[in-house]
Structure formats: C-alpha cells, structure tokens
C-alpha cells in the first residue's frame, strides 16, 4: 500500500537517486542544500503533478538539463503498481501508469494520497481560507468520487462567469443569469460532499486525535460553505458588487473551514508551538480517515521536522504520528535531532543520508 521503490533522474540537485523505502518510517539526513527537501518535493510532484514550493517547473529540473522525472512502485493491495511523471523545460509533463501513459495527473493523485507538512506549512494554514480550503477538498478529493470532475465543472463555469463581470459585454446580465443555474446546481453538489466529509472528518477528529491533546480540549470547527442565503438569492444580492469588482464574490470557491477555542479564533489563543500541533493533528486525522475510509495507504512528507518543535510538542507529535498507518518521510540535519519523535513510534524505520544530491552509506 506504499511506495516501495523511488527513484529520482534530473530533479533538482539530484541527478540519479534510485531507494527502497520502508512501508512505515523513512527519515532523511543531510545538511543544508543537500537534496532533502527535495526528495520530499519528487514524491509531492509524484502525487500532485506540481511542486509545494514552486509553481515554476523550470526550477524542479536539474540546471542543464531538459527534463526531470520521478518513478516509484506503489503497493496497492496485492499488486505492485510502476508509476512515472516527468516534466521537460517546456511544461509538457508526460504520466506513466502500470506502462500505460496517462494525460490525468487526477489518476495518480487518486493513487497517492500525498500530504505535506513544511516550516512554512503554519504561516499558510493559519493565514488564510486558501490552504484550509485545499486540505479539506484533498480529503473529499480522496473519499468522494464525483467531487473532483463536479470540482472541475464548477471552476470552469465560475471562470467563464468572471470573465463576464470582467468584460462586461452587450447582455452580461442575461448571460451571467443563463450561467447561474449551472453554478447553483454544481455550488450544492459541492458543498454537499464538503459537509458531510468534514461532518466525518470532525467525528473522526475529536474521536482519535483532540482527545489525547489536553491543549485542545475546548476547540471547535466551523465550517463556512461560501454564502450565507441561498445561493442563487446571493449571487443576485451581490450581483452590483461582483460587476464593481470583475469577480464572483460567493460561492464554494469561498469556503472556509476555522476553529476555536471557547469561541476565539485558534490563532488568537494557541502559540506558535501549539498552532503548529495542531497542523500535525489535522493532518495526520486527515491521512487516517483516508485509511480508514479507502483501501489506500496515505504518505505524509515532514521537511524539517525539529524546526522550531520544542521538547513537549516532539512528544505529542510522536504519540499522534502513532496514530495512523501513514508512510512517513520525514527530513533532519541530524538523526539525533528527530530521535525523541520516532523511536516511540516502534514502526519499522529506515534512514537514508543525502550529501550533495546523492545517497551516501553511513
Ligand atoms: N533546478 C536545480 N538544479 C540544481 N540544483 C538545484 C536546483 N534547484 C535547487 N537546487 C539546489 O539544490 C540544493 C538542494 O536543496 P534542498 O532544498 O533540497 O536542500 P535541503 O537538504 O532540504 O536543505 P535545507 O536543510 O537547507 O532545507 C540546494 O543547494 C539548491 O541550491
């Protein structure tokens, strides 16, 4: 159900790697600019066809050269299942699956569930609905078929519905009242499968992971589906508006999932220590409902695990990293740094030491 064979040509710094991970624990060691991230940022771009650092695919490919690639073997029940991305400096990015090309990026994201968690992973969360919003379609991504192609439908009529507030041409209103029935009816069957998966996604929550945190004891998730009347009553009330601004200003694209404590907003009570635990619990609830609700084995990338983790935080992180069957890959300057992390976890654990974008033997 794992990734049991990765290997790297032309990513980054990294000209040639090619390793065998272990289905649970896989720490990577190696100084600054060594190739650790990196390597989370292969299997990242694996999954999601892109990069979590950049969205320029220029900078994924080894300087020189013209294309990069990464291939694994993904486990999946009984099989072995080759899989392969590669990007050229053009963009074209080609897919492989079990031999056969694919143009979906979707099929291998459906594939590999693949999240992430980086020093700069807080800032983003906390800061605003974008990346809330992303982590909670991952998770209806990954336990909801129809969402992804209704997801897709959806963008394309609020593209077309924007461009018209934009241009405003001879009839826009019509037109725009033409389209709004069809981003009513797609606005429901979205938020439909938003609310029932974080419906599922809290009982889950609170059941396996809040409770084991004391600090948390107290804390709630709203959920906002992007309007508050009926959307088609909204879209008309915000009709003026949206034409000032050139933008649909309601709708599932707005969506936002927070939460509080006692009724303050989460980044106004908990310190940075605390925000960033909170981060780990959401994420790794979020991998083991996947578990639990697919038959797929989610991965979990840490880049930098100890950065700015006090003693404390180490341990919970550690007791709840316990608590899903995730495939970890998880990156350090030093193995000494990420020992109080994962040598409770009693998981089989293999470690892997980059020196200038190669594996070295220890
Ligand atoms: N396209 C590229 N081609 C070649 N080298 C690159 C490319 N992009 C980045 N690099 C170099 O790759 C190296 C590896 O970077 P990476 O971020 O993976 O290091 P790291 O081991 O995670 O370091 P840190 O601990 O500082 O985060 C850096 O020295 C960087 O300058």
Known sequence: MSLTHLSLGDFRNIEAISLEPSPDINVIIGANGSGKTSLLEAIYFLSHGKSFRTNKHKLLIRHEQT??????????????????????????????????????????????????I??????????????????????????????????????????????????RPNNYAEQIQYWDKEFVRLAEKINKHREEY?????????????????????LELRYDEGWKESLAD????????????????????????????????????????????????????????????????????????????GEETMQHVSVLLSQCQSQLFITAITAESISAVVEPMKRELRMFHVKHGSLITK
């Open 118 to 167: 980086t020093p700069e992973s807080y800032d983003l969360f906390f800061g605003g609905p974008k990346e809330r919003r992303k982590f909670m379609d991952l998770g209806v991504f990954h336990v909801e078929h129809e969402f992804f192609q209704e997801w897709k439908d959806f963008n394309k009529v609020l593209k077309q519905r924007n461009a018209l507030l934009k241009l």
């Open 67 to 116: 294309r990069c690639a990464v291939h694994a073997k993904k486990q999946h029940l009984s099989l072995s299942i080759p899989v392969g991305i590669g990007k050229d400096t053009s963009g074209e990015t080609s897919l492989r699956i079990q031999g056969q090309s694919s143009r979906k990026v979707s099929e291998l994201a459906q594939l590999i569930p693949v999240q992430v």
């Open 198 to 218: 974080i419906s599922r996604f809290t009982a889950h929550f609170f059941d396996k992971i809040v409770n084991k945190i004391p600090v948390f004891s107290g």
């Open 234 to 309: 909204a879209l008309k009330h915000q009709f003026q508006r949206d034409t000032k601004l050139g933008y649909t200003s309601k709708g599932p694209h707005k969506a936002d999932f927070s939460f509080y404590i006692h009724g303050h907003s989460v980044e106004s009570i908990l310190s940075r220590g605390q925000l960033k635990l909170l981060l780990y619990a959401l994420k790794i609830a979020q991998n083991s409902l996947i578990e639990s609700e697919t038959d797929k084995q989610s991965i979990l990338l840490i880049d930098d695990l100890p950065s700015e983790l």
